[in-house]
């Protein structure tokens, strides 16, 4: 049997293993790492569905702080990311985020608002007639106000995962094509993986970077991760007429779209969508769901023609919506997770790539303190929970 080892053996190849390769090496360039993925064409990953949104409106300090350094990261990544002296585009779009929510939703932007200028974000509260002056199609009668952002933005999850992907490849990573069919364990630790086609990787650590799929692989080492696959659909979509150029704009029914070149791109998450790996495009979702969310919002588009559907999959954390980032203390010291994103894995892969790096490489975070995001709370059962928009 054909066994090769490792000093890192990274599962899953998405932008989450992809960024945590690059920062490994970008760490200790010494360092022997393999990414097994089972498909370089990512046709059903996570990233390459996702809508590209990065924003710093979040409740938990570690969100914020994450998205500050992820953000910067994004804007940057093309010459950080360059090899061989080629760039590599993300097509980063200043557009800014838009929050905006009835009264009873004013409390809690107020509060997020306070948190987040403490950790130095650009953030400001808008009253409906604010609203209405920036943006005259929005109607505005039963909103309590809103909160922009205006250095957030978006960017291709395509061009950031290539980028970290091609960038690690070219310090040394070795990126498998093959799947991990079992883990093998030897008291604390994971000792090798057994992939399909028969090979076992054997390495120093692991990191279970397999996304919507990262409970089904955590389970091969008898370790529970509360992290579910859930479809959600997003849109490409024309308005029935002219309208200023808008931000990221999301509501507390969890409507979120963005301009796209001469359209909109977007949907309207259901957070009651059953769990499983469903990829099924409903396409009456727009007509039915989003469509009426969008055009009593801003009524151009009552006219709105909607051009694709597609689906993806949200690697939901059941536990309480943040990411679970770290390995199992007593039980599997060298099996790290970083997993259960949902809905914002492309916007902090940098900053968790960096922080799971960091544990491997110095054996604890150096930058940013994500200790509550580790998996003792899943452990204890103990959420740690997001408040702001999801
Ligand atoms: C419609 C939609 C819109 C979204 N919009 C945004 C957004 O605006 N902003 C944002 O930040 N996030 C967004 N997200 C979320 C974001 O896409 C994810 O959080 C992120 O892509 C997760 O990255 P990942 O690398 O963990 O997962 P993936 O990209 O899914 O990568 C996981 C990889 O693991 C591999 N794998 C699976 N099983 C195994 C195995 N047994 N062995 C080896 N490899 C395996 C898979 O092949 C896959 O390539 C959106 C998601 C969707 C679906």
């Not at 849109?235 to 931000?247: Q, V």
């Not at 999301?250 to 059953?274: I, T």
């Amino acid at each position: 049997m054909d066994q090769t080892r490792y000093d890192v053996a990274v599962i899953g190849g998405g932008i989450m293993g992809s960024s945590v390769a690059y920062f490994l090496k970008a760490l200790d360039p010494s360092l022997a790492e393999c990414v097994i993925e089972p498909d370089p064409t990512y046709e059903f990953c996570s990233t390459l569905r996702a809508s590209g949104g990065a924003r710093r409106l979040f409740s938990c300090p570690e969100n914020i702080d994450m998205s500050n350094f992820s953000i910067d990261f994004i804007k940057q990544s093309p010459q950080h990311m360059a090899v061989d002296g080629r760039e590599a585009p993300v097509d980063w779009v200043e557009g800014g985020y838009l929050f905006i929510v009835q009264p009873r939703g004013m409390r809690m932007l107020e509060s997020h608002c306070a948190i987040q200028r403490s950790r130095g974000c650009e953030v400001k509260l808008l009253t409906p007639a604010e609203l209405k002056q920036r943006f005259p199609s929005m109607a505005v009668d039963d909103l309590g106000g809103g909160q922009c952002s205006p250095r957030d933005g978006w960017c291709d999850p395509n061009g950031l995962l290539h980028g970290f992907r091609r960038k690690a490849i070219s310090l040394g990573a070795v990126y498998v094509q093959d799947r991990v069919a079992g883990l093998e364990r030897g008291g604390a630790a994971v000792t090798g993986a057994r992939l399909a086609s028969g090979a076992v990787i054997r390495a120093g650590a692991f990191v279970n970077a397999a996304g919507a799929w990262a409970a089904q692989v955590c389970d091969m080492a008898g370790m529970p991760l509360p992290v579910t696959p859930m479809r959600r659909f997003e849109h490409y979509f024309t308005a029935g007429g002219p309208i200023e150029r808008l931000p990221y704009v999301k509501d507390l029914e969890r409507l979120a779209f963005r301009s796209e070149g001469a359209g909109f791109s977007g949907g309207l998450v259901d957070g009651n969508e059953p769990r499983g790996f469903n990829f099924e495009v409903d396409h009456g979702y727009f007509e039915r769901v989003v469509w009426p969310a969008v055009a009593q919002r801003f009524p151009v588009f009552q006219a709105a023609k909607c051009h694709r559907t597609w689906s993806g999959l949200y690697e939901v954390c059941e536990l309480d919506g943040n990411p679970v980032i770290g390995s199992w203390k007593g039980k599997l010291e060298n099996f790290f997770v970083i997993a259960g994103f949902s809905g914002h894995g492309m916007m902090h892969a940098p900053a968790s790539g960096r922080a799971i790096a960091e544990l491997i490489v110095h054996g604890g975070f150096q930058t940013l303190d994500l200790a509550r995001f580790g998996y003792e709370r899943v452990e204890k059962g103990e959420p740690y929970p997001e408040t702001g928009i999801i």
